[in-house]
């Protein structure tokens, strides 16, 4: 399952290593200590990555609003004045 995860992610590269280690639940059949913080550095960058695409996505959406509200408030103006 590891395997299939990490191939999901595009991480070949790294070379999970799994074995008995030592863990903080004692000795598991895990991923390596070393595998394990490079998964971890990695999800974190990605979780960045994502956060920084969807900020992008919000701040364009609202400037894209922003700007039909414009040029609506213009028109409606435009309307008022011709009916005076």
């Known amino acids: 399952m590891d395997i299939v995860a990490a191939t ?4 070949q590269d790294i070379k999970l290593d799994h074995d008995f280690h030592e863990t903080k639940q004692g000795i598991r059949y ?3 200590e070393a595998a394990r913080r490079e998964v971890l550095d990695r999800l974190l960058a990605l979780n960045h990555q994502r956060h920084t695409e969807e900020e992008t996505a919000i701040t364009a959406v609202s400037v894209s609003v922003s700007a039909n509200r414009d040029r ?8 008022i004045t011709l009916d005076l």
């Open 8 to 11: 999901a992610y595009g991480w």
């Open 30 to 32: 895990t991923i390596s």
């Open 72 to 79: 609506k408030s213009k028109v409606v103006s435009g309307q």
